[in-house]
T-cell receptor, first 114, second 110 residues
Framework: ETGVTQSPTHLIKTRGQQVTLRCSSQSGHNTVSWYQQALGQGPQFIFQYYREEENGRGNFPPRFSGLQFPNYSSELNVNALELDDSALYLC?????????????FGPGTRLTVL | QKEVEQDPGPLSVPEGAIVSLNCTYSNSAFQYFMWYRQYSRKGPELLMYTYSSGNKEDGRFTAQVDKSSKYISLFIRDSQPSDSATYLCAMRTRYQKVTFGTGTKLQVIP
């Protein structure tokens, strides 16, 4: 086990709704990254936080937003859900800033948008 | 063209076989190369992490990087049914996001 946990495990939402996914990083890990993994695809980088500030973002629209808290927990918020948002959402934590260290992935949250 | 190309498989081999998994990439700025294993309904697990060209061995796993050809490989010796999973290559430049391949699904048949 990586020590990274995510909740909930599964989630079903309807188009247009909003969703919040949660991640608890390993203690002492200052960096958390979020990824979207569609079925049969590799993870796609959404954004990364280092010490509660966003310091990198992939090609995702602003309706994908996040927060990181001092207690090593973080959130991914998605507004105005679309059918294509159905995917496995993964968080990964690491010690340092900007991917200089090994990333440890959580088990993911599977989001289904109907 | 995708930055990282990986054959999705599936790849089916008998137990004990040597498995070869490969990725090619187009971004010459990639410096760090990783291989992850992902079991069904689980998050990716880091197997190998390499920086320079050449080989790196860890137990039954060998990672190979050829920067001149923009080609990386993962070899699994004496494959076991427990190796059945999806294998993801990943790479990044020094200060940027990790870019993953699509993953190759491997099945090792007893």
């Amino acid at each position: 086990e990586t020590g990274v946990t995510q909740s909930p495990t599964h989630l079903i939402k309807t188009r247009g709704q909003q969703v919040t996914l949660r991640c608890s990083s390993q203690s002492g890990h200052n960096t958390v990254s979020w990824y979207q993994q569609a079925l049969g695809q590799g993870p796609q980088f959404i954004f990364q936080y280092y010490r509660e500030e966003e310091n990198g973002r992939g090609n995702f629209p602003p309706r994908f937003s996040g927060l990181q808290f001092p207690n090593y927990s973080s959130e991914l918020n998605v507004n105005a859900l679309e059918l294509d948002d159905s995917a496995l959402y993964l968080c990964a934590s690491s010690l340092g800033d900007f991917n200089t260290d090994t990333q440890y992935f959580g088990p993911g949250t599977r989001l289904t948008v109907l | 063209q995708k930055e990282v190309e990986q054959d999705p498989g599936p790849l089916s081999v008998p137990e004990g076989a040597i498995v070869s998994l490969n990725c090619t990439y187009s971004n010459s700025a990639f410096q760090y190369f990783m291989w992850y294993r992902q079991y069904s309904r689980k998050g990716p697990e880091l197997l190998m992490y390499t920086y320079s060209s050449g080989n790196k061995e860890d137990g039954r796993f060998t990672a190979q990087v050829d920067k001149s050809s923009k080609y990386i490989s993962l070899f699994i010796r004496d494959s076991q049914p427990s190796d059945s999973a999806t294998y993801l290559c990943a790479m990044r430049t020094r200060y940027q996001k990790v870019t993953f391949g699509t993953g190759t699904k491997l099945q090792v048949i007893p």
